[in-house]
Structures are given as C-alpha cells and as structure tokens.
C-alpha cells in the first residue's frame, strides 16, 4: 500500500472476516466459540519508510509497527479502518 489519507494516490487494506455459510466445512457454533476464547484477536504488523535528514548515507530508514490488534468475538460484528 502506499500514499496517504490526502494525496493523490490513496490505498487502503479491508480485512473481512465472516462467519462460514457453506455445511460441508463449517465448524460448527460452538466450535468456533471456543476457538475465539482462545484466539479472539488479530495483531497486525505495518511497516513505515520515512526519511532521516540527518543520515545522508543512509537516508531511507523503517519502522516496524506492531500496535494494531483487533478484538474478535463471535457474537457481534467487529470493523476497523485501516488507512495508510
């Protein structure tokens, strides 16, 4: 992804997670929620570039971001935004 909120160039990530519909490879509800006790949440890493001035050498640097965590529960729907 790349761009920002207010240039031209804009792109952003949708992350969708939905309960299965199909019969053949569901789980079944009690399944997932004990799944989700477990594992409720979803972590992701953003990587950053940004220039240091100070560094002529080696100007590009990057930042790893590992902040972002969403809570998932099976009885209401999660959405988050996520603009870079």
Do not use: W
Not at 29 to 44: G, I, L, R, S, T
Not at 69 to 83: C, G, K, M
Request: hydrophobic share 35%.
């Amino acid at each position: 992804m790349t761009g920002g909120y207010y240039s031209d160039i804009f792109t952003f990530l949708e992350l969708r997670v939905e309960l299965c519909t199909g019969k053949e490879y569901c789980a079944t509800p009690d399944q997932m929620k004990e799944y989700f006790e477990k594992e409720n949440q979803v972590n992701m890493l953003l990587f950053y570039h940004y220039v240091d001035l100070n560094d002529y050498e080696n100007p590009i640097k990057m930042l790893l971001d590992d902040i972002l965590y969403i809570p998932l529960e099976t009885d209401h729907r999660t959405e988050v935004n996520v603009f870079y």
